[in-house]
């Protein structure tokens, strides 16, 4: 549960590799709507930094509700916020739904999804940064095929399994953009919806 510690105030103090990750705009939105929720998020409780394997860049341990960050594998400051953002909006879905991480691959690939298309891993530039082009489509493409490879990096399944898993759940995970309420697709867009979710959080609290 998310409930023990002190609480984060806006970066990862502890960590020199982690620093101003919480306070991206998308991490600030989670944050808070996960603080709504009832599972406030601690610095020292609910993160780690530690060097990794391969090339795995971040992980959500379900078990614990743990976040970590894989500090020899996050070079630059706009991959850590992705990673923070990623591995925060798992969290969120594991406050608010019950998800069954390790028995239900359906569920794993709706939150992979929802992680993919919510984070800003998928934008027009870090996409270009990989070398892969396209027009219509393009977005939910790249969706697709990284919550394809997170499967695949986190559970013994067959690649055919991951693909008709992502596929059965795509539309609704994909059109499910809670707490962000749309798809950010920039730094300003994420400003935008955490502005949204606070007047709206205020239009709820004056009902």
Not at 78 to 90: P, Q
Request: glycine share 6%.
């Amino acid at each position: 549960k998310f409930e023990e510690g002190s609480s984060i105030s806006g970066s990862f103090v502890s960590f020199s590799p982690c620093n101003d990750g919480c306070e991206y705009p998308y991490a600030q939105l989670l944050l808070e709507a996960m603080k709504q929720s009832g599972c406030t998020v601690f610095n020292d409780r609910h993160f780690a930094c530690e060097n990794c394997d391969g090339c795995v860049s971040g992980g959500f341990d379900s078990a614990t509700s743990q976040i970590v960050l894989c500090q020899n594998n996050i070079r630059q400051q706009s991959h850590m916020n992705r990673v923070v953002t990623h591995e925060l909006i798992h969290a969120f879905d594991h406050c608010r739904a019950h998800v069954d991480w390790f028995k239900n691959v359906k569920h794993l690939a709706c939150s992979e999804i929802r992680a993919a298309n919510l984070s800003g891993d998928c934008t027009l530039m870090n996409e270009i940064t990989r070398f892969k082009f396209g027009l219509k489509g393009h977005h939910q493409t790249c969706v697709r095929d990284r919550a394809i490879r997170s499967i695949l990096a986190v559970r013994k399944v067959s690649k055919e399994t991951a693909e008709k898993a992502v596929d059965e759940v795509f539309d609704a995970c994909f059109n499910d953009l809670e707490p962000f309420g749309r798809i950010p697709h920039s730094k300003t867009d994420a400003k935008r919806a955490y502005k949204d979710f606070q007047n709206r959080d205020r239009y709820n609290a004056n009902l």
